[in-house]
C-alpha cells in the first residue's frame, strides 16, 4: 500500500501555480489581511472588478518610462539625487498611465480586530540603486517615510481602518526587492506579524523577471546605486516631467481614510 500510494503522488498532477501579474496601471494597495484566520501581507488590486488580493509572490508593481522625470533643483529634493539626474517616481496623487500604490488597514476583519495601530517595517532593499518612499506634507515639504540608505529595519505607525498614498522613488533602471513586514497588537491581546517581498520593477522592460530574482532577506546594507543617468533632454519628456512634478509638489492633502484623518508616524 505504501509503494502504492507513492506512485500515485508521483504521478499526480501538481497543484496550479499563480500566472504573474504585471501591474504598471490604476490602483493598487499593500495591507494586511486574514486569510484563512492567518495574518498576511498581500497587495489589493483594484484594477480588477471586484478588487483581487494578491500574494506578493505573484506580482510586479512597474514604473514605466511614464514614471521617468529629472530630480528638480529646490532643494528640499536634493535626497533624491543631484538636480537633472533620471529617476522613476510613482506620484503621490494619481497619475494615468502609471501605477498608484498605497497602503491601508481597512479590510473588515483587519479594522475590527487590531488595537488602534498597524507597524509598518521596512526590513531591508536589494535592487540597482536607492529606493525612497516619501510624502508631501501640507506645505509641500517632503516628509520621508523609508529610504534605503539608512539602516535597517525603519518603521511607521499606520492607524487602523487608514488608507494612505505617497512618492516612492527608485533612481536606477532594473528590479528592486522591497523586504516589508506588517505587525500588530490585537484587542485580544496577541500579537500578528507577517514578512513578506513586494517587487519593484523600474523601466520599461520585462518586468516579469523580478519574479525569477532570488529572493532571499535582504541585507541591512543596500546595494550601491549606480553612476546617475543623463538627464533627458527631449521636449515631449520635459513636459511631462514638469507635470508629474507638479503632482507631487502639490500633493499636500493625503488620500484620506474612510474615517476621515489619517495618522503615519515615522519611527526612528
Do not use: C
Amino acid at each position: 500500500m505504501k509503494l502504492l500510494a507513492a506512485l500515485l503522488l508521483a504521478v499526480a498532477p501538481l497543484a496550479p501555480t499563480a500566472e504573474p501579474v504585471v501591474i504598471s496601471n490604476g490602483h493598487v494597495d499593500l495591507g494586511p489581511k486574514f486569510v484563512d484566520g492567518r495574518w498576511t501581507v498581500q497587495l489589493r488590486d483594484d484594477t480588477t472588478d471586484p478588487a483581487t488580493w494578491r500574494d506578493l509572490d505573484t506580482v510586479v508593481l512597474q514604473a514605466t518610462s511614464k514614471a521617468k522625470i529629472a530630480v528638480p533643483a529646490d532643494p528640499a529634493y536634493q535626497f533624491l539625487g543631484k538636480p537633472g539626474q533620471s529617476i522613476w517616481v510613482i506620484p503621490q496623487v494619481q497619475q494615468d498611465g502609471i501605477v498608484w500604490p498605497g497602503w491601508n488597514t481597512q479590510d473588515t476583519e483587519v479594522a475590527t480586530k487590531v488595537d488602534r495601530e498597524v507597524t509598518w517595517s521596512l526590513e531591508g532593499v536589494r535592487g540597482p540603486g536607492t529606493f525612497t518612499l516619501f510624502l508631501n506634507s501640507d506645505f509641500g515639504k517632503p516628509q520621508p517615510v523609508f529610504d534605503s540608505r539608512k539602516p535597517f529595519p525603519q518603521q511607521t505607525g499606520v492607524d487602523v481602518n487608514t488608507h494612505v498614498h505617497g512618492n516612492w522613488t527608485f533612481d536606477a533602471q532594473g528590479t528592486y526587492l522591497l523586504d516589508v513586514a506588517m505587525t500588530a497588537k490585537l484587542t485580544d491581546g496577541s500579537s500578528v506579524t507577517d514578512r513578506r517581498t513586494l517587487h519593484v520593477y523600474a523601466g520599461d522592460g520585462d518586468a516579469r523577471t523580478a519574479l525569477a530574482t532570488p529572493t532571499p532577506t535582504p541585507t541591512a546594507t543596500p546595494v550601491p546605486a549606480t553612476a546617475p543617468a543623463a538627464a533627458d533632454t527631449d521636449s515631449d519628456a520635459e513636459g511631462q516631467r514638469i507635470e508629474l512634478w507638479w503632482f507631487i509638489a502639490g500633493a499636500g492633502v493625503l488620500v484620506l481614510a474612510t474615517t476621515g484623518f489619517v495618522v503615519l508616524r515615522r519611527r526612528a
